[in-house]
């Protein structure tokens, strides 16, 4: 099975939170490994290598080798946790990867020929709606990423889920439930609302006799501030 990452672990005794605090402290990321038909497993992983390999947007996609020991696995990532105010993982979630097996995998969506797009030619904007899309698929057929190709978009028009090209042998699990969501759209550029200086005079002399004359019976602001302030 082919792989593009390997990452070194360690199995792990302690759990819970003490646990998961002491490993932190000496620069390790608690993990858990489960699926394959087997029991979940409590790993140890490189702090400083993990990082350097989440910068690298292939790393969500592929199939890495995890290597705990002499004995190699083939997994995925599945969930990354990560300190809600410092540049830190507190935890990763792996799965175990059988070759003849079908696997559900997150990939990121690449967007191309956005500049020659008859919508953007017309002066419209792009707006990405998602910018990754669930696959199943076999371990040998994952690609690393889904082109979206938007040099037929003219304005006004998106791009859903079904238009977009997979590889052979990989499908679109949202698809088969019916849910055929847009991906990508091109649409006019949103003017701001300036009001010219006659809409804004007209604007005022409407708005003038309003302030100027309040309804009869009614008290000045003020009275009310001090009411509320009373209060």
């Not at 799965?95 to 969506?109: G, Y």
């Not at 006799?209 to 302030?229: L, N």
Request: proline letters at 6%; one cysteine or more.
């Amino acid at each position: 099975m082919k792989t593009s990452f390997e990452l070194a672990a360690e199995f792990r005794d302690g759990q819970g939170k003490g646990a998961s605090r002491r490993l932190r402290r000496v620069n390790k990321v608690p993990a858990i490994l489960y699926g394959g038909h087997r029991e979940p497993r409590a790993l140890a992983l490189d702090h400083t290598r993990l990082m350097l390999m989440l910068d690298n947007e292939r790393f969500y996609s592929t199939i890495i080798n995890l290597r705990v020991g002499d004995v190699s696995q083939a997994a995925v990532l599945k969930d990354v946790q990560r300190h809600p105010a410092k540049n830190a993982v507190l935890h990763v979630d792996l799965q175990r990867v059988l070759e003849n097996e079908k696997i559900r995998i997150t990939i990121p969506l690449h967007f191309k020929n956005e500049a020659v797009a008859p919508g953007v030619k017309k002066g419209g904007v792009v707006s990405h709606l998602r910018n990754d899309v669930e696959v199943s698929c076999l371990p040998k057929d994952l690609p690393e990423f889904v082109d979206v190709d938007l040099s037929g978009v003219d304005m006004n028009q998106m791009v859903y889920l079904a238009d977009l090209e997979m590889p052979e042998g990989v499908e679109i699990p949202e698809l088969t439930h019916g849910r055929n969501s847009p991906v990508v759209s091109i649409h006019h550029a949103r003017a701001e609302e300036v009001e010219t200086p006659a809409a804004e005079a007209a604007a005022g002399a409407v708005a003038a006799p309003a302030a100027a004359a309040p309804a009869a019976g009614a008290k000045p602001a003020a009275d009310a501030k001090a009411k509320d302030a009373k209060k």
